[in-house]
């Protein structure tokens, strides 16, 4: 199937042949493949996103109407590659909220630990992290900066800032844990 353009083969996928959307999948998998890994970096993910793109080109096939297929395809990727970021960050973010839930609800009650004790104790374990978690945990939690802001001061991608950001509450965690009790 080489001979036919991309234009024909987007006509015979709108007519429902499958071997139109075999040489598209074919001449054009590598391609996204590549684009959403030099963005996300694991490979599964990478190729359940190239997935769904597929997916839904044959899903829409009659109805979805095609100018240029490679662009169509590009976009199509980068779309899957925003959503999946922006959902993981959403998780993220709900994994911090939870991990610090754990810590704030589960300290002892006020009259049996001095506030100041716990600032020290948390100043302490933030001395045990690596000197950039520490900068990057306190930027977001203590002076309340974004992931972007932080990422653009430091010169780290977003997606390192969560790292950091994930490691250090982690940290804590396990380090505070003697100031938990069990509910």
């Given at each position: 199937m080489k001979e036919?353009?991309?234009?024909q083969l987007v006509s015979m996928l709108n007519a429902g042949e499958s071997r139109a959307f075999e040489e598209i999948y074919k001449r054009y998998w590598l391609k996204l493949y590549s684009i959403a890994f030099h963005h996300l970096g694991v490979k599964e993910e990478c190729e359940e996103l190239v997935q769904n793109v597929f997916l839904s080109l044959w899903r829409r096939r009659e109805e979805v109407k095609i100018q240029k297929l490679d662009i169509y395809l590009t976009v199509s990727i980068k779309n899957q590659i925003y959503d999946f970021i922006k959902s993981q960050i959403s998780y993220r973010k709900y994994q911090e909220y939870i991990i610090l839930q754990e810590v704030?609800?589960?300290?002892?009650?006020?009259?049996?630990?001095?506030?100041?004790?716990?600032?020290?104790?948390?100043?302490?374990?933030?001395?045990?992290?690596p000197e950039k978690s520490a900068e990057v945990f306190r930027r977001s939690r203590f002076d309340n900066q974004s992931v972007k802001q932080i990422a653009e001061e430091l010169h780290l991608s977003d997606k390192t800032v969560e790292y950091h950001i994930t490691r250090s509450l982690k940290f804590l965690k396990e380090n505070l844990s003697m100031y938990q009790h069990n509910n």
């Open positions: 036919y353009a991309d234009i704030v609800q589960g300290t002892v009650p006020f009259q049996h630990l001095a506030y100041n004790e716990l600032s020290k104790a948390v100043e302490d374990a933030l001395a045990r992290l």
